[in-house]
């Protein structure tokens, strides 16, 4: 199953990055999990260099939406890890410090096996409504304007805006207009060119 999540690893510099990632994890049983970040990504970067990271999940659709169009700066509270070297996104519900197994560059998206060494509850997971799911789907959507038909994707928002009208809080309907501000750039700078 691909979970909707939050990874972050270091850089050479020690810097935090934080990353949306869809990792396959089997819910019975969450001692590994697969991540597959591309190759270009600074994610991929910073595990090849320190093979350990935390995966983080979260109900927080604002920071997600944040974290899939590289808007996280500044960065949200982190706590330390304990057993990697690596930080804890301190609002999470829950956080899986993890170790990567060693890995080949001989794919665009490599599968890199990750084993949990010290899982975290912080607190209770609120779920999802309607509004939520809609903000994660135009997450996912941001995230590949690179390679999607953008007249695809604003059709897909214009449909995903009807749920985030009718079920939003305040920070799904701030997210949601983050990404569309963020697709609307995306439009114009392709049309200025």
């Known amino acids: 199953m691909i ?3 939050l990874v972050t690893t270091l850089g050479s510099d020690r810097s935090v990055n934080l990353a949306p990632m869809g990792p396959n994890v089997n819910p019975e049983d969450w001692s590994t999990f697969e991540l597959r970040p591309y190759c270009t990504s600074r994610t991929y970067a910073n595990l090849l260099a320190h093979p350990e990271g935390v995966l983080h999940v979260t ?3 604002l920071l ?4 899939a169009i590289n808007a996280v700066q500044p960065l ?3 706590l330390p890890a ?3 070297q690596g930080a804890i996104v301190a609002n999470c519900c829950r956080a899986y410090e993890f170790r990567v197994e060693p890995f080949t560059l001989d794919e665009e998206r490599p599968r890199l096996r ?3 060494v010290k899982m975290h509850r912080l607190r209770d997971f609120f779920g999802f409504n309607r509004a939520k799911h809609a903000v994660i789907e135009a997450a996912i959507l941001a995230t590949r304007t690179a390679f999607l038909p953008l007249d695809d994707i604003e059709a897909e928002f214009r449909r995903l805006r009807v749920l985030v009208d009718k079920t939003a ?3 799904e309907v701030q997210a949601f207009e983050l990404l569309t501000s963020f697709l609307k750039q995306v439009r114009s700078e392709r049309t200025s060119t």
């Open 3 to 5: 979970l909707e999540a």
């Open 114 to 116: 990750a084993t949990v």
């Open 76 to 78: 949200p509270e982190l």
């Open 64 to 67: 997600l939406a944040r974290a």
């Open 59 to 61: 109900d927080d659709v």
């Open 82 to 84: 304990t057993v990697v």
């Open 169 to 171: 809080g305040p920070a």
